[in-house]
């Protein structure tokens, strides 16, 4: 079982930044792609980003991208987002998530573990 905590979330004014990280612990992969998704009230959970094992490739959807950024680091079992130019519409729970291999997908679909989730609020 592997377990993620995220933190960093709270209430910003729109135009300013945020930084998330997410732990995971317990029997983490040997190697693992890692994402990050939001889900806004009524809505259905999202992708935001993903970045593979190395770090090496990250991949945004286009409502973030050039205002986020995701990067981790793996002897802290660890990935952050990096959030500026916030807007309300960035308003959501944000989830970490731990995909059981180094192919990255930007869907839910194969991440195998889930964080509880952090609240994002951007006021206008």
């Known amino acids: 079982q592997v377990h993620l905590v995220e933190s960093g979330g709270g209430l910003v004014q729109a135009g300013g930044s945020l930084s998330l990280s997410c732990a995971a612990s317990g029997r983490t992969p040997s190697s693992y792609a890692m994402g990050w998704f939001r889900q806004a009230p009524g809505k259905e959970r999202e992708f935001v980003a993903a970045?593979?094992?190395?770090?090496?490739?990250?991949y945004y959807a286009d409502s973030v991208k050039g205002r986020f950024t995701i990067s981790r680091d793996n002897a802290k079992n660890t990935v952050y987002l990096q959030m500026n130019s916030l807007k309300p519409e960035d308003t959501a729970a944000y989830y970490c998530?731990?995909?059981?291999?180094?192919?990255?997908?930007?869907?839910?679909?194969?991440?195998?573990?889930w964080g509880q989730g952090t609240q994002v609020t951007v006021s206008s």
């Open positions: 970045i593979s094992w190395s770090g090496g490739r990250t």
């Open positions: 998530a731990v995909r059981r291999s180094t192919i990255v997908t930007m869907t839910t679909v194969g991440y195998s573990y």
